[in-house]
Protein backbone atom coordinates (compact mmCIF):
# COMPACT_ATOMS: atom_id res chain seq x y z
CA UNK A 1 0.00 0.00 0.00
CA UNK A 2 1.07 3.31 -1.00
CA UNK A 3 2.05 5.78 1.60
CA UNK A 4 2.69 9.54 1.10
CA UNK A 5 3.66 12.37 3.94
CA UNK A 6 4.22 15.89 3.35
CA UNK A 7 6.02 18.33 6.21
CA UNK A 8 7.17 21.36 6.14
CA UNK A 9 4.18 23.93 5.37
CA UNK A 10 3.69 26.81 7.40
CA UNK A 11 3.11 30.94 7.49
CA UNK A 12 5.86 32.84 6.14
CA UNK A 13 6.04 36.63 4.79
CA UNK A 14 6.38 37.55 1.00
CA UNK A 15 10.13 37.17 -0.13
CA UNK A 16 10.54 34.25 2.68
CA UNK A 17 11.27 30.78 1.95
CA UNK A 18 9.85 27.37 3.13
CA UNK A 19 10.83 24.07 1.75
CA UNK A 20 8.60 21.45 1.73
CA UNK A 21 9.34 17.39 2.17
CA UNK A 22 7.53 13.93 0.77
CA UNK A 23 8.20 10.76 1.90
CA UNK A 24 7.21 7.59 -0.12
CA UNK A 25 6.62 4.28 1.64
CA UNK A 26 5.10 1.20 0.12
CA UNK A 27 6.40 1.07 -3.43
CA UNK A 28 9.62 1.20 -5.19
CA UNK A 29 10.52 5.02 -5.80
CA UNK A 30 13.40 5.13 -7.72
CA UNK A 31 11.52 3.81 -10.67
CA UNK A 32 8.13 5.74 -10.11
CA UNK A 33 7.76 10.07 -11.19
CA UNK A 34 6.92 12.19 -8.55
CA UNK A 35 5.19 15.57 -8.69
CA UNK A 36 3.97 18.71 -6.14
CA UNK A 37 0.97 20.02 -7.15
CA UNK A 38 -0.79 23.14 -5.05
CA UNK A 39 -4.80 24.34 -4.97
CA UNK A 40 -5.34 27.93 -3.96
CA UNK A 41 -8.58 28.85 -2.40
CA UNK A 42 -11.29 29.38 -4.93
CA UNK A 43 -9.04 27.77 -7.63
CA UNK A 44 -8.29 24.70 -9.77
CA UNK A 45 -5.48 22.38 -8.84
CA UNK A 46 -2.29 23.07 -10.61
CA UNK A 47 1.13 21.27 -11.15
CA UNK A 48 4.06 23.01 -9.51
CA UNK A 49 7.11 21.08 -10.33
CA UNK A 50 7.55 17.27 -11.58
CA UNK A 51 10.60 15.61 -11.13
CA UNK A 52 10.54 12.02 -13.11
CA UNK A 53 12.15 8.54 -12.51
CA UNK A 54 15.62 9.71 -14.82
CA UNK A 55 15.83 12.72 -12.53
CA UNK A 56 14.00 15.63 -15.66
CA UNK A 57 12.44 18.17 -14.20
CA UNK A 58 9.76 20.33 -15.26
CA UNK A 59 8.05 23.78 -13.80
CA UNK A 60 5.02 25.46 -13.86
CA UNK A 61 5.10 28.96 -15.17
CA UNK A 62 4.55 30.62 -11.99
CA UNK A 63 6.99 28.83 -9.98
CA UNK A 64 9.49 28.83 -12.66
CA UNK A 65 12.73 30.07 -11.27
CA UNK A 66 11.30 30.29 -7.37
CA UNK A 67 10.95 26.67 -6.63
CA UNK A 68 13.76 23.84 -6.57
CA UNK A 69 11.98 20.05 -6.95
CA UNK A 70 14.49 17.51 -5.78
CA UNK A 71 14.41 13.48 -5.29
CA UNK A 72 16.79 11.34 -3.21
CA UNK A 73 15.75 7.41 -3.69
CA UNK A 74 17.80 6.31 -1.35
CA UNK A 75 15.48 8.50 0.82
CA UNK A 76 12.19 7.66 -0.58
CA UNK A 77 12.01 11.52 -0.38
CA UNK A 78 10.70 14.58 -2.84
CA UNK A 79 11.09 18.07 -1.33
CA UNK A 80 10.15 21.28 -2.91
CA UNK A 81 12.60 24.51 -2.20
CA UNK A 82 10.29 27.20 -2.05
CA UNK A 83 12.27 31.27 -2.87
CA UNK A 84 11.05 34.41 -3.10
CA UNK A 85 7.61 33.73 -2.11
CA UNK A 86 4.80 35.63 -3.02
CA UNK A 87 0.85 35.87 -1.52
CA UNK A 88 -0.35 33.74 -4.22
CA UNK A 89 1.53 31.18 -3.70
CA UNK A 90 -0.34 30.65 -0.96
CA UNK A 91 -2.01 26.80 -1.50
CA UNK A 92 -2.43 23.99 -0.02
CA UNK A 93 0.49 21.86 -1.59
CA UNK A 94 0.44 17.81 -2.67
CA UNK A 95 3.02 15.54 -3.36
CA UNK A 96 1.81 13.05 -5.68
CA UNK A 97 3.64 9.62 -7.32
CA UNK A 98 2.52 8.66 -10.91
CA UNK A 99 3.67 5.93 -13.03
CA UNK A 100 1.76 4.00 -15.90
CA UNK A 101 -1.92 4.94 -15.06
CA UNK A 102 -0.93 5.10 -11.34
CA UNK A 103 -1.69 8.07 -9.14
CA UNK A 104 -1.03 8.50 -5.39
CA UNK A 105 -1.99 11.76 -3.40
CA UNK A 106 -0.93 13.06 -0.19
CA UNK A 107 -3.21 14.40 2.12
CA UNK A 108 -1.67 18.03 1.53
CA UNK A 109 0.08 20.61 3.76
CA UNK A 110 -0.68 24.13 3.63
CA UNK A 111 1.32 26.91 2.98
CA UNK A 112 0.70 30.49 3.52
CA UNK A 113 2.21 33.53 2.55
CA UNK A 114 1.22 36.29 4.16
CA UNK A 115 2.72 39.61 5.84
Known amino acids: QVHIVESGGGLVQPGGSLRLSCVVS????????AAWYRQAPGKQREGAAT???????NYGNAVKGRFTITRDNAKNTVDLQMNNLRVEDTAVYYC?????????WGQGVQVTVSS
Open 96 to 104: VVFWSEQTF
Open 26 to 33: GINFSNKN
Open 51 to 57: VTMDNRT
